[in-house]
């Protein structure tokens, strides 16, 4: 079974411009989460998706987005890009909530702004 | 409240040493803790994970201790290797299955 892939890998951008990353969760599964992950402020949670749903927002502003399509494939969106934003941002994906409770990870993607 | 703490932030010991990685949670409605495993340029991968109503569970060379009423758990790796060298993560989650993850430790284990 394939894992969880996360494209692109690797991302530079400006600060003001906007980015959009995706995640192709384990086959069969239905939730997927978003983390962003800094050495300072370790692993953040960002949002969940289940059934084309946000089910879970964590605290980060509204220039953070995301959505998930009908095959469970999920996209986050970050607009008007701060220096801050510089992070690898990670994807899990688990069969649905609350239904086995491990999350798998993703490799992640690196973003850099400049 | 939705904090979890986890010490130390680095921790360095011989082959074959037992490094203790400890965290700490407030929210009695967690119901999950995992603990994870990342490697540099890797996502985290689940090492082992317990629920609150055991205290002790072991896989392999891992081993949680769980200690509901002082609201602590904590990571034992027996027999650690130079390939145990990673970054910890304990983490965990709360009734809407939502993962709040600690600060991380970065072990190194020396031949």
């Known amino acids: 079974k394939a894992g969880v892939t996360q494209t692109p890998r690797y991302l530079i951008k400006t600060r003001g411009q906007q980015v959009t990353l995706s995640c192709s969760p384990i086959s069969g599964h239905r939730s997927v989460s978003w983390y962003q992950q800094t050495p300072g402020q370790g692993l953040q949670f960002l949002f969940e998706?289940?059934?084309?749903?946000?089910?879970n927002k964590g605290n980060f502003p509204g220039r953070f987005s995301g959505r998930q399509f009908s095959n469970s494939r999920s996209e986050m969106n970050v607009s008007t890009l701060e220096l801050g934003d510089s992070a690898l941002y990670l994807c899990?994906?688990?069969?649905?909530?609350?239904?086995?409770?491990?999350?798998?990870f993703g490799p992640g993607t690196r973003l850099t702004v400049l | 409240q939705q904090q979890v703490k986890q010490s130390p932030q680095s921790l360095i010991v011989q082959k074959g040493g037992i490094p203790i990685i400890n965290c700490a949670y407030e929210n009695t409605a967690f119901d999950y803790f995992p603990w994870y495993q990342q490697f540099p340029g890797k996502g985290p991968a689940l090492l082992i994970a317990i629920r609150p109503d055991v205290s002790e569970k072991k896989e392999g060379r891992f081993t949680i201790s769980f200690n509901k009423s002082a609201k602590q758990f904590s990571l034992h790796i027996m027999d650690s290797q130079p390939g145990d060298s990673a970054t910890y993560f304990c983490a965990a989650r709360g009734g809407t299955y939502k993962y709040i993850f600690g600060t991380g430790t970065r072990l190194k284990v020396l031949a």
């Open positions: 998706y289940f059934s084309e749903t946000q089910r």
């Open positions: 899990a994906s688990s069969p649905r909530p609350g239904q086995g409770d491990e999350q798998f």
